[in-house]
């Protein structure tokens, strides 16, 4: 048995004003990288200790990381801290890595679960989806501020909680530790019960219990499951839309959220088919392309077979799979 997951995990009310004191924990200076509109704010709450803030909105590729890693070591910057969407988090944990520094990531909307994880994805400069980098480390300390979260686009959170169904169902066959399957179970059950409730905090922009305990599911719960479990054709799915043109504008969460009903068609479980679409329902997650403006033609459905197909993470999948059955999953979803 082998169990994996981030160490530290502080998720509270303006958690952000803690950025400073657990900085000087690590190190006696910073490089942050974060989304150009939180510059402003960020910079306010440092006051002692010296830090780079470095705008980061671009993709994260090999070149930028180049650029990056030369800046931290000219100022000899001793902890590499990460504020803001996905990419940003993943290029802060991909420079750690590279450094062999420690790492802080600060998520600044709920729209997926990889924050705390020990994966960095890397994208082309066209914005395909190029590698995924398995790194030696988690992030040091997850730093999760719900007054941020709060105010995040409800569309975000959307995104964030189909990310977070998936990783129960991808994960049901491989439960490697009681603790992972507990996790995974709880992280379900918690989105099927109280996602309603935690959504219209977020429409509403007021705090609520239910909008904690989501977040905990999606940003701890869900990644502690998927990285002690393993991820599968849901994700082969989600990472092969990004090579098609038309489904390329979608986020990730919102990539998972199609992708999980094309998963759930082929393990044909009511019970599991049942939860799942009463939640897309209550919070309006589109249940097919048409829904989400999307239209897809005969031969990108192909193109979307092929390359699942032959993504890796479709060999965790343990049902029948051939590429007839998956085209007409996929074509189910029109
Ligand atoms: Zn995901």
Do not use: W
Request: net charge negative; proline share 4%; glycine share 4%.
């Amino acid at each position: 048995m082998y169990i994996q997951s981030c160490p530290y995990y502080l998720q509270k009310v303006n958690a952000l004003d803690e950025l400073e004191s657990e900085i000087l924990k690590l190190g006696g200076s910073a490089c942050v990288l974060l989304n150009t509109r939180f510059l402003v704010e960020v910079k306010l709450l440092i006051n002692d200790c010296p830090v780079e803030c470095i705008p980061f909105d671009e993709e994260i590729t090999l070149a930028a990381l180049n650029t990056l890693a030369s800046t931290v070591l000219e100022n000899e910057l001793e902890v590499i801290v990460g504020i803001g969407g996905g990419k940003v988090l993943d290029c802060a944990k991909a420079l750690a890595e590279r450094l062999k520094l420690p790492c802080i990531v600060a998520p600044s909307s709920p729209s997926m679960d990889g924050a705390t994880s020990a994966l960095s994805i890397i994208y082309s400069e066209s914005g395909e989806v190029e590698k995924i980098l398995h790194l030696s480390n988690h992030p040091r300390l997850c730093l999760v501020d719900e007054t941020l979260l709060l105010n995040a686009p409800p569309k975000l959170f959307k995104a964030g909680v189909c990310d977070a169904l998936s990783s129960y169902i991808e994960g049901r066959d491989a439960y490697s530790s009681i603790s992972a399957q507990v996790i995974a179970k709880a992280c379900f059950d918690t989105l099927i019960n109280e996602s309603e409730a935690a959504y219209h905090a977020c429409l509403n922009q007021t705090p609520h219990e239910s909008f904690s305990h989501c977040i905990e599911a999606i940003l701890y719960m869900s990644c502690f499951a998927f990285e002690n479990t393993h991820e599968s054709l849901t994700h082969a799915l989600a990472h092969s839309f990004t090579q098609i043109p038309a489904l390329k504008s979608l986020m990730h969460g919102e990539s998972v959220g199609l992708a999980l009903l094309i998963h759930l068609n082929l393990i044909n479980d009511s019970i599991l088919n049942q939860q799942v679409n009463r939640i897309y329902k209550l919070l309006s997650i589109p249940k097919s392309f048409t829904e989400a403006g999307i239209d897809l033609d005969n031969e990108q459905m192909k193109q979307l077979t092929h390359l699942t197909i032959n993504n890796e993470l479709s060999a965790n999948y343990k049902g029948e799979l051939d590429a007839s059955i998956l085209y007409k999953s996929i074509q189910s979803l029109i």
